[in-house]
Structure formats: C-alpha cells, structure tokens
T-cell receptor, first 110, second 113 residues
C-alpha cells in the first residue's frame, strides 16, 4: 500500500503571511499532483510534477518535487483569503492509479 | 470548468434504496475514476474504467457497482444504501493510463436518511 502523508493537517494564518505544506511518502512516484478543493466542490488540479528536483511556479505558489521523487512541498507567498481550501497531493506510479493524501486544510484570515 | 460533468448535483434518499450517479468525462478522455469523499476518510478511490473495461478496484463495497458505456460516460450504482454511504462522490477523467493528468467533476452529494 502506498501511503501519502500531508502536514500540517490544519493551518490558519493571516493574510500576507508565507506558508509551506508538505507531502511525504516512502514510495517513489512517477508523477505527483497538487489539487485545491473548496467545500462542496471537486478538487481542482494546480500542478503536476514528474522530474526529481523539479520546481514549478504558479503565480504565488511554488511546487517542488523531491530529488528522490518521494516527497513534495507547496509554498505560498503572501497568502490571500482566496487561497483558503483543502490542499491535496496525489502520487502515481506508472500504469497505476493515483493515491491521495488526507490533505492540508488552509484558512487564510483577512 | 474541468470539462467533467456529473449528475445529479445533490441526491437525498432513504436507507435501503438504490441510486445511480452519472459522469461524462472530458472529451477524448478514455479513463474514468470514481472516488468517495467523506469527512472522516478523505478521498477514497473506488473504481476505474478504461475505454469500457474495468481496470482497477479500490475500496468499493459489494453493494456498489459501476460501468462505462460505449460513449465513455460512466454510471456508479449504489444499492441497499446505509447512513454511512452519505458522502460526496466524485468522478475524474484522464486521457489514458500513462502519465496523464486527472480532472475532477463537481461531484454528487449523496445524503442517506
């Protein structure tokens, strides 16, 4: 069984602060995705990373895939209330299905 | 808008009943995935279909079944419903089985009373 852990489980910060959330596994993944989900809605894909050490930026969000492709981080700069949501990571092996982590629930207070 | 559609948006039914949830994948996507999301268990993979054939099963109960039709839409059938089946059910689609990205529909919220 491939397990993905995410930390922290909950995070509440003030608008303008920076934050980093983590996704860790003992398994090596061929690709890893990050999603944001708002209450009652489907997860929305933010980014896919496939190469060890890869860094991708999406406006104020920076995603990094670990060199060994077992872990990933999401860094948000100058968080805004619109960043509030559940952040999910999901890892996949070649030809296998995605395994989802439990998520980090982020609340950005104005 | 991910391009994945799901109907109905909300469903309220009684214990013991049977319901069918419908999913239309993004145009051209061959793989369809079903997930269950409840407050205490997160997003759980149920079953995957690829071009009409079942490809993988996750934590799907025997009371649940699914199929993918020739036009690639999929249905998830839930029978003998129990209170614990109340959850959000998501469908996701993917172009194929390689390193393709997965896109989620808006979900169906099932409430069993």
């Amino acid at each position: 069984t491939q397990l993905l852990e995410q930390s922290p489980q909950f995070l509440s910060i003030q608008e303008g602060e920076n934050l980093t959330v983590y996704c860790n596994s003992s398994s090596v993944f061929s690709s890893l995705q990050w999603y944001r989900q708002e209450p009652g809605e489907g997860p929305v894909l933010l980014v896919t990373v496939v190469t060890g050490g890869e860094v991708k930026k999406l406006k104020r969000l920076t995603f990094q895939f670990g060199d060994a492709r077992k872990d990933s981080s999401l860094h948000i700069t100058a968080a805004q209330p619109g960043d509030t949501g559940l952040y999910l990571c999901a890892g996949a092996h070649y030809g296998q299905n995605f395994v989802f982590g439990p998520g980090t629930r982020l609340s950005v207070l104005p | 808008d991910s391009g994945v559609t799901q109907t109905p948006k909300h469903l309220i039914t009684a214990t013991g009943q049977r319901v069918t949830l419908r999913c239309s994948p993004r145009s051209g996507d061959l793989s369809v995935y079903w997930y269950q999301q409840s407050l205490d268990q997160g997003l759980q993979f149920l079953i995957q279909y690829y071009n009409g054939e079942e490809r993988a099963k996750g934590n799907i109960l025997e009371r649940f079944s699914a199929q993918q039709f020739p036009d690639l839409h999929s249905e998830l059938n839930l029978s003998s419903l129990e209170l614990g089946d109340s959850a959000l059910y998501f469908c996701a689609s993917r172009a194929g089985e390689g390193p393709y990205e997965q896109y989620f529909g808006p979900g169906t919220r099932l409430t069993v009373t």
